[in-house]
């Protein structure tokens, strides 16, 4: 067997990227160094030249050589590397929908939850409130559609999104999970409480999965708490 | 295992679906295809049962699972066919696959994009020269592949992969670029730099399933036309 690899993960604790690539070193327990990089002011010249030049993280540099950028493709690769750590179905069908979830919550859910989160406008209030409620109960519908099978922990029975094993899709989405409540923290004033299960039945498989999630182990060691995500981000608002 | 039944919708004139055309000829899927016309909006069936969004490519998988998006379509094609291996089975060679496709979508292909079909031609000399940027860098990642030891064309060698299926659809198109606009394509004669770009873009053009699932230039220079502003 090849001798083990140098790993080195350029990461910011509040980039919620950033975050995928710290919760697979964590699932994997895969020996790294880490090294902080300031996101709010220009990045150094040695970081644009040898390690991103496009500026971002999270980017893995291996064996002081190779490095690899973009979030899901460094949690993938890390996935790749420890196939015991469960982490990647190996069902095609599984994997396709892990894809999905994880590209849809992209393009579609977190557009809104942003838009629900920080816009203090209070003129359109109800109607961002209510486009973040719609786009959370598609990414429901996404869950309860889940492909089942007979592997252990991805046969559908709850509370992760293929079963009771942790996989890629909550581990790619654990951090922008992990700020669904701040909407209720920033925006309780203009009106907004999320439902619970009871309130609407269409969001219970949503609330079951985020509950679960944000209070994975992993998850509530590495990623800031909610108090931590409160105070970076109260300056947001506009 | 049975293979799962498979229906594709798709349209010929489409890049994205193309990435699953070449995977279902690579992998010798059986599978039916439905045509979907992009030049009307879409019937109401297709967004109800099928894609909400209305774009193809979508496989239809055992008459009940839906699959969006041709990196997913294709993908999960090549998971049910590991004997095709179009897919790495190496860690860093899959990162590697997965980065190249990115990187293309995200620098290259919106540069070449305007490039091909600004209509004012000092604006569109102006961004071939962006393009040839982008495409020194793209040329980086070809020649930092890691092959593991193979020769050949392909971006990991000797082998056609994953992420030459990908890109493939849109180095098809990319003699769009001199069509229009007065800006003329890209030869080796002129950028010696970008060899290993070129080599590789010809390699993968001369594959059977990319001839068959590219149409006739002529029908995708004056499709194209609306891009044209």
């Given at each position: 067997?090849?001798?083990?690899?140098?790993?080195?993960?350029?990461?910011?604790r509040?980039?919620?990227?950033?975050?995928?690539a710290?919760?697979?070193?964590?699932?994997?327990?895969?020996?790294h160094?880490?090294?902080?990089?300031?996101?709010?002011?220009?990045?150094?010249?040695?970081?644009?030249?040898?390690?991103?030049?496009?500026?971002?993280?999270?980017?893995?540099?291996?064996?002081?050589?190779?490095?690899?950028?973009?979030?899901?493709?460094v949690?993938?690769?890390?996935?790749?590397?420890?196939p015991?750590?469960?982490?990647?179905?190996?069902?095609?069908?599984?994997?396709a929908?892990?894809?999905?979830?994880?590209?849809?919550?992209?393009?579609r859910?977190?557009?809104?939850?942003?838009?629900?989160?920080?816009?203090?406008?209070?003129s359109?209030a109800?109607?961002?409130?209510?486009d973040?409620?719609?786009?959370?109960?598609?990414?429901?519908?996404?869950?309860?559609?889940a492909?089942?099978?007979?592997?252990?922990g991805?046969?559908?029975?709850?509370?992760?999104?293929?079963?009771?094993?942790?996989?890629?899709?909550?581990?790619?989405?654990?951090?922008?999970?992990t700020?669904?409540?701040?909407?209720?923290?920033?925006?309780?004033?203009?009106g907004?409480?999320?439902?619970?299960?009871?309130?609407?039945?269409?969001?219970?498989?949503?609330?079951?999965?985020?509950?679960?999630?944000?209070?994975?182990?992993s998850?509530?060691e590495?990623?800031?708490?909610k108090e931590?995500?409160?105070?970076?981000?109260e300056?947001?608002?506009? | 295992?049975?293979?799962p039944?498979?229906?594709?919708?798709?349209s010929?004139?489409c890049?994205?679906?193309?990435?699953?055309?070449?995977?279902?000829?690579?992998?010798?899927?059986?599978?039916?295809?439905?045509?979907?016309?992009?030049?009307v909006?879409?019937?109401?069936?297709?967004?109800?049962d099928?894609?909400?969004?209305?774009?193809?490519?979508a496989?239809k998988?055992?008459d009940?699972d839906?699959?969006?998006?041709?990196?997913?379509?294709?993908?999960?094609?090549?998971?049910l066919?590991p004997?095709?291996?179009?897919?790495?089975?190496?860690?860093?060679?899959?990162?590697?696959?997965?980065?190249?496709?990115?990187?293309?979508?995200?620098?290259?292909?919106?540069?070449?994009?305007?490039?091909?079909?600004t209509?004012?031609?000092?604006?569109?000399?102006?961004?071939?020269?962006e393009?040839?940027?982008?495409?020194?860098?793209?040329?980086?990642?070809?020649?930092?592949?890691h092959?593991?030891?193979?020769?050949?064309?392909?971006?990991?060698?000797?082998?056609?992969?994953?992420?030459?299926?990908?890109?493939?659809?849109?180095?098809?198109?990319?003699?769009?670029?001199?069509?229009y606009?007065?800006?003329?394509?890209?030869?080796?004669?002129?950028?010696?730099q970008?060899?290993?770009?070129?080599?590789?873009?010809e390699?993968?053009?001369?594959?059977?399933?990319?001839?068959?699932?590219?149409?006739?230039k002529?029908?995708?220079?004056?499709?194209?036309?609306?891009?044209?502003?």
């Amino acid at each position: 067997m090849a001798a083990p690899h140098k790993f080195v993960l350029y990461y910011n604790r509040f980039c919620p990227f950033s975050a995928r690539a710290v919760l697979a070193m964590a699932e994997t327990k895969q020996p790294h160094d880490a090294i902080s990089i300031d996101i709010n002011t220009p990045r150094p010249d040695w970081y644009l030249k040898e390690v991103n030049p496009y500026g971002q993280v999270p980017a893995l540099k291996i064996d002081d050589k190779d490095i690899v950028l973009d979030s899901i493709i460094v949690a993938e690769y890390l996935s790749d590397l420890h196939p015991e750590a469960g982490l990647f179905p190996t069902d095609p069908l599984q994997r396709a929908q892990t894809r999905y979830l994880i590209q849809h919550w992209g393009a579609r859910t977190q557009p809104a939850q942003h838009k629900a989160t920080f816009s203090l406008d209070p003129s359109d209030a109800s109607s961002r409130h209510q486009d973040y409620i719609t786009e959370l109960e598609k990414v429901n519908n996404l869950l309860v559609n889940a492909h089942k099978t007979s592997e252990p922990g991805l046969d559908g029975n709850g509370p992760y999104f293929l079963g009771s094993r942790f996989t890629f899709a909550d581990l790619a989405l654990a951090s922008f999970l992990t700020r669904v409540p701040l909407v209720e923290v920033f925006q309780g004033k203009l009106g907004f409480k999320l439902p619970t299960k009871e309130e609407n039945q269409n969001l219970a498989r949503f609330i079951e999965w985020k509950d679960a999630v944000i209070s994975r182990e992993s998850v509530v060691e590495k990623l800031p708490s909610k108090e931590e995500l409160i105070e970076v981000y109260e300056k947001n608002l506009e | 295992m049975t293979n799962p039944k498979l229906v594709l919708y798709n349209s010929n004139l489409c890049p994205y679906a193309a990435r699953a055309v070449i995977a279902l000829a690579e992998t010798n899927a059986e599978h039916e295809v439905v045509p979907i016309d992009l030049s009307v909006p879409r019937p109401e069936w297709y967004l109800k049962d099928i894609n909400p969004y209305g774009q193809v490519p979508a496989l239809k998988v055992d008459d009940k699972d839906i699959i969006l998006e041709s990196l997913f379509v294709a993908e999960y094609i090549a998971d049910l066919h590991p004997e095709s291996g179009l897919l790495p089975s190496d860690p860093l060679q899959r990162a590697q696959t997965r980065y190249l496709i990115h990187h293309w979508g995200a620098r290259v292909q919106p540069v070449h994009h305007k490039a091909s079909f600004t209509l004012d031609a000092t604006e569109a000399a102006k961004h071939r020269e962006e393009l040839v940027v982008e495409l020194e860098k793209f040329n980086k990642l070809l020649v930092n592949a890691h092959r593991n030891g193979s020769e050949g064309g392909y971006f990991l060698g000797d082998k056609f992969t994953f992420a030459d299926l990908a890109i493939a659809p849109f180095l098809a198109r990319f003699f769009l670029l001199g069509e229009y606009n007065g800006n003329k394509d890209i030869t080796l004669e002129e950028f010696p730099q970008l060899k290993r770009f070129l080599e590789w873009k010809e390699t993968i053009l001369q594959r059977a399933s990319i001839q068959k699932s590219t149409p006739a230039k002529e029908t995708l220079s004056t499709s194209y036309r609306k891009w044209l502003k």
